[in-house]
C-alpha cells in the first residue's frame, strides 16, 4: 500500500517536473511541497515527536519509489533522514524534541556535516573545530559537499573539540542556518542531482548554546559512523529506485521501438540484456531490504550490511543505466530521453556516504562472524 501510494503521488507531483529540475538545476520544491502534504518528508521520524514512525523498511520503499522518477527529489526524504539519525541515536530528550519536531512537521529540513575540503574518505581527519567558553561552544571550519545546504534548517555538524585524541576528539552538534556566522558556498557545478544544491558550509565564530552537542564530547565520530551505518541503506535504496526507472523506461521502449520489421524486445540480444538488469536490480534489492530489516532492529552486523548494500545497489544502478542507454540507442544519448539523467544521477551513488572503496574498507573489517 506505501508503496502504490508513494508511487502514484511520484508520477503525478514529482515525475512532471524532474526533467526540468535536471535542466535548470533548480531545487525541486514542487517535490518538497507535495511530500510534505503527504507527511512523507521524513517518515523515519518516531511518532513520539509528530512524525509517521515508519519503520527503516518503508523509509526505503518512499525514498525508493521518489527516486525512480526523480533522484534529486529523492534526498528531501533521504537526507532528513542523514540529518536527524545523529540526534535519534544519540541526542538527550530535550534536543530531540526541539529539532526532530519541526522535520516531522515538514516546517524544516536536516543536513549533515561530516566532510570537508581535505577529509572525505578520512573523515576523521577534519579540521572544523569546537572550542568551549562558558556555557557556549565556538565553531569554526569549512565543511564541503553538504547536501540540501542552504534550503536545510538545520545541521548536524561534527566538529574537534581535543586535537589529540584524532576520531575519540570529535564531537557532534545542532546548527541552525541563522546562527550568526553560517554561510554558504556557490552550488557545485554536478554531473546528476543538479535539483539538490550541494554547497560548502561556513562556519565562522559560531557561538551556540553548550546543550546544542549531541549526546557526550568525543562520541562525535562514533555517532557519524553510526548514522552512516543505517543511511548507506537510504542511499542503496535511491540507487534501486534510479535502477527501476531506468529498467521501466528502457522495457516499454524496446516493446515500442520497431526494427527489422518487429519490435526489437523480439530480440534475444534484447531480452538477455533486459534479463541481467532485472536480476541485478532483484539482487540488489533483497540485499537493501536485508540491510533495512537489520537498521529496523540495530542488529550488530548492520556496519557489514549497510556498507554491502549501498556497495552493491549503486553498482548495479550504474550498470543498469548505462545499458537503459544502450537499449534506446541514439535517443537514450539525449536529453529527450530520462534515461541519460537516470545514468548521471546514479553515478552519485557510488561516491556519496562512503565512496565503494570505503565500503569495501568497512565489509573487509565487519566480515559476518
Ligand atoms: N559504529 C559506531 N562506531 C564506529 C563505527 C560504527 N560503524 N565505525 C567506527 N566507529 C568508531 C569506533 O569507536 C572506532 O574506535 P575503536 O576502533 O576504538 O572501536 C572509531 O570510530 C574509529 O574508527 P576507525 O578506526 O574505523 O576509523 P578510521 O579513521 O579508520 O575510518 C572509515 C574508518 C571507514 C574509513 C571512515 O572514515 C569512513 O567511513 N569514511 C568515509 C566517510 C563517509 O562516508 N563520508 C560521507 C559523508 S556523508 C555524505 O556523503 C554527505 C551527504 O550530504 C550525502
Redesign the pocket.
Known amino acids: 500500500m506505501l508503496r502504490d501510494t508513494v508511487r502514484a503521488l511520484a508520477e503525478a507531483k514529482i515525475a512532471p517536473f524532474a526533467a526540468e529540475v535536471d535542466e535548470q538545476g533548480r531545487f525541486p520544491q514542487e517535490a518538497l511541497d507535495a511530500l510534505s502534504a503527504a507527511d512523507l518528508q521524513a517518515v523515519h521520524i518516531p511518532e513520539e515527536y509528530e512524525g509517521a514512525g515508519a519503520d527503516a523498511l518503508a523509509t526505503v520503499l518512499v525514498i525508493e519509489e521518489v527516486a525512480r522518477v526523480c533522484a534529486s527529489s529523492s534526498l528531501i526524504p533521504a537526507?532528513n533522514k542523514?540529518g536527524t539519525m545523529p540526534l535519534m541515536l544519540s541526542a538527550s530528550e530535550d534536543l530531540k524534541r526541539r529539532y526532530l519536531t519541526p522535520v516531522a512537521r515538514g516546517e524544516a529540513m536536516f543536513?549533515?556535516c561530516?566532510?570537508e575540503p581535505e577529509a572525505?574518505?578520512?573523515?576523521?581527519g577534519m579540521k572544523a573545530r569546537a572550542v568551549r567558553d562558558g556555557d557556549y561552544w565556538v565553531l569554526n571550519g569549512v565543511k564541503r559537499?553538504?547536501?540540501n545546504a542552504g534550503v536545510s534548517e538545520y545541521y548536524t555538524v561534527m566538529a574537534v573539540t581535543d586535537p589529540d585524541k584524532r576520531?575519540k576528539g570529535i564531537s557532534a552538534f545542532v546548527v541552525e542556518k541563522s546562527d550568526e556566522g553560517v554561510s554558504f558556498g556557490a552550488p557545485e557545478k554536478k554531473l546528476g542531482i543538479k535539483g539538490s544544491p550541494t554547497r560548502e558550509v561556513y562556519l565562522d565564530n559560531v557561538r551556540i548554546p553548550a546543550d546544542r552537542m549531541i549526546g557526550e564530547e568525543g562520541t562525535g565520530?562514533?555517532t557519524a559512523?553510526?548514522t552512516?551505518?543505517h543511511t548507506r541503506v537510504t542511499i542503496a535504496a535511491q540507487a534501486l529506485g534510479i535502477a527501476q526507472g531506468a529498467l521501466d523506461y528502457a522495457k516499454n521502449y524496446v516493446q515500442e521501438r520497431r526494427q527489422f520489421g518487429k519490435p526489437i524486445a523480439d530480440f534475444q540480444g534484447v531480452q538477455f540484456m533486459l534479463a541481467d538488469m532485472a536480476m541485478k536490480l532483484e539482487a540488489a534489492r533483497a540485499l537493501t531490504y536485508q540491510a533495512a530489516a537489520k537498521s529496523e532492529r540495530g542488529d550488530a552486523d548492520l556496519?557489514f550490511y549497510g556498507a554491502a548494500a549501498k556497495c552493491y545497489a549503486s553498482d548495479a544502478a550504474m550498470e543498469i543505466t548505462i545499458d537503459a542507454i544502450q537499449l534506446l540507442g541514439g535517443y537514450g544519448y539525449t536529453r529527450d530521453y530520462p534515461v541519460e539523467r537516470m545514468m548521471r544521477d546514479a553515478k552519485i551513488t557510488q561516491i556519496?556516504?562512503?565512496t565503494n572503496q570505503?565500503q569495501r574498507?568497512?565489509m573487509a573489517?565487519n566480515l559476518p562472524k
Open positions: 537526507v542523514l543536513s549533515y561530516l566532510s572525505g574518505s578520512d573523515a576523521a559537499w553538504i547536501t576520531s565520530f562514533a559512523m553510526a552512516l551505518d556496519t556519496y556516504e562512503g570505503v574498507i568497512v573489517r
